[in-house]
């Protein structure tokens, strides 16, 4: 998906809502869609311009997914 919108490929560690999900034994994926501050305060703040890349990656990768 990151290829098909120009972007290169990149790794980072990070911590994600996916924990949650995991820690009770369902299979979850996370993917990095925007960057921000201030994660889960009030003030947390989120880049809108990161924000709408994210949501193309997120349709990129819906895209690619098999049909049933």
Do not use: F, K, W, Y
């Amino acid at each position: 998906a990151r290829e098909a919108l120009g972007l290169p490929d990149r790794l980072g560690s990070g911590s994600t809502d996916a924990n949650a999900a995991a820690a009770l034994g369902i299979p979850a994926v996370a993917i990095g869609c925007t960057r921000g501050e201030g994660m889960h305060t009030e003030r947390e703040r989120i880049s809108l311009e990161a924000l709408a890349l994210g949501c193309r990656q997120i349709a990129a990768l819906a895209g690619q997914l098999p049909t049933a």
